[in-house]
């Protein structure tokens, strides 16, 4: 049977998605003008719209959840109404998260640092014990708040990402982009080279398969052993349980590189730093996403805690020798100074005798 072309294209058309719009028709305020489908890129640059979630989210403020369960609150406006879940928004729209005005330009900027954390201090915001936490020692920021790129447990220390970019954080931890993470790890046992097959290939934990994408023994001396342990699910305490599996201890861990980003042998623990330009556009391409990061703050500092006077101080993070060299440097500028005693206008005023006339 031959099916007239009119209806032969309405049929398609139907097949392929939802049938053409009548040109210069309205769009209502739930569909999606761009067209887009889930993963496509973001046309928001093109004068598309986004979900309202993600503009709070991409602003620093909280997290996607968090921005959604503010959404639910009522805690949210866009030009002056209440703002409900699922709603997209424009450039133009004016936003408004607990009575102030979002900023939401594509040309703000955000941060991104690195923070060794030290055994002891929990990756939370707050503690009923009272335990100390690892925002505490980051650095203030007005308008924004820091995000923590995932977690490392009480007794885990090394690499944290923090950034004030809700979409660069969101993509990060995503199970679906499968960013490598390296620890290194001390095991208390006998390990053969079955046992690191086995962690190779995989194993089945509570919550399903898991595997190390690579193991490599690093040295160690009697009963514990360390290794080099490479990992792209985003598992729960998932290096410990897949060690805890074959029957062998954890004594230590410590992360040591997140995606390109490495752990610098000159920031202490407890101490941040920027993240250098040149990283963050790596950690960005590995998530496709344009690069964001304010380039004055990536100077590869580390800023200590506040001394006696409340003022804070910065010190290279791989340079142990500027004291000495600013004292040198310091040296040089008194010596090249022109004294008050021999000469200036303060010599003027002095009688012969002082003068040395």
């Known amino acids: 049977m031959n099916i007239p072309k009119t209806r032969q294209s309405r049929a398609n058309r139907g097949a392929k998605g939802p049938p053409r719009r009548r040109k210069g028709a309205e769009l209502s305020s739930t569909e999606n003008p761009e067209g887009r489908r889930p993963g496509s890129p973001n046309r928001k640059a093109a004068g598309g719209s986004e979900k ?12 996607r959840r968090g921005a959604e369960q503010l959404i639910i609150d009522g805690r949210v406006k866009v030009n002056g109404q209440l703002a409900t879940l699922g ?31 030290p055994v002891g201090e929990l990756s939370s915001r707050s503690d009923p014990q009272e335990r100390p936490l690892v925002f505490d020692a980051l650095p203030k920021i007005q308008g924004r708040r820091w995000i923590s790129v995932g977690r490392l447990d009480l007794n885990t220390s090394g690499l944290l990402l923090f950034t004030t970019d809700g979409e660069l ?6 199970p679906a982009n499968e960013i490598a993470r390296e620890y290194l790890v001390r095991v208390l046992g006998n390990v053969s080279e079955a046992d690191l097959e086995t962690l190779r290939s995989g194993v089945i934990l509570d919550d399903g398969p898991a595997q190390f994408d690579s193991v490599q023994p690093i040295g160690g001396e009697g009963a514990n052993r360390w290794y080099r342990v490479v990992v792209r699910q985003g598992k729960n305490r998932l290096v410990r349980r897949l060690w805890e599996s074959l029957g062998f201890t954890v004594s230590r861990l410590k992360r040591s590189a997140y995606g390109p980003i490495s752990l610098p042998k000159g920031l202490p623990p407890g101490k941040w730093s920027d993240v250098e330009s040149g990283l963050a556009e790596k ?30 101080y910065e010190k290279p993070a791989r340079r142990t020798d500027l004291g000495g060299r600013s004292r040198q440097r310091n040296q040089q500028r008194k010596q090249q100074r022109p004294s008050s005693r021999s000469g200036g206008r303060h010599q003027r005023n002095r009688s012969p005798r002082q003068r040395g006339d």
């Open 283 to 312: 950690l960005f391409t590995a998530v496709n996403l344009a690069v964001s990061v304010d380039r004055a703050t990536s100077r590869g500092v580390v800023k200590h805690d506040l001394d006696k006077n409340d003022r804070a």
């Open 87 to 117: 709603q997209r928004v424009i450039a133009s729209d004016r936003i408004e998260v607990n009575g102030k005005r979002l900023s939401t330009e594509a040309s703000t900027k955000h941060r991104l640092i690195m923070y060794h954390k």
């Open 169 to 174: 954080a969101n993509r990060l931890m995503h």
């Open 52 to 63: 309202l979630h993600k503009v709070i989210a991409s602003s620093g403020v909280t997290s």
